[in-house]
């Protein structure tokens, strides 16, 4: 799929389905590798992220979760569709570009989250 929607957009958008993960690669020439796993917890749709901060949920149980698909939003987002059926959550260029960025704090906040509240990665 090409990312060539707009300023901010990734010049390059890869779905490997074996490895479970989305590749983005941006006009600056940084590339990050983002899991399934990571993107559908961070999810910015409200099923996961409540309409008020403490309504986050922490979703777990999703370690196997893969894409199915992806479809652009305008020229600034891409709604991705995984194979747990959830895909309301429309991701914009600059959570992705922060999601991959910030990847091990999301992943380390992503932990601590099913530590505290007693949820695992696992179905």
Not at 10 to 23: E, G
Not at 86 to 112: K, V
Request: hydrophobic fraction near 35%.
């Amino acid at each position: 799929m090409s990312g060539a929607h707009g300023p901010g957009a990734p010049v390059d958008i890869a779905v490997n389905r074996a490895d479970k993960t989305l590749t983005l690669t941006w006009p600056d020439g940084a590339c990050h590798v983002l899991p399934a796993e990571l993107l559908r917890v961070c999810s910015p749709s409200a099923e996961v992220q409540g309409h008020h901060p403490d309504q986050r949920q922490v979703v777990a149980g999703r370690r196997q979760v893969g894409i199915i698909g992806l479809e652009p939003v305008g020229r600034y987002a891409i709604r991705i569709v995984f194979d747990d059926l959830h895909d309301t959550g429309i991701y914009s260029w600059d959570l992705l570009r922060d999601l991959g960025t910030r990847r091990d704090a999301h992943w380390a906040a992503y932990l601590d989250d099913l530590a505290r509240t007693g949820k695992s990665r696992d179905p």
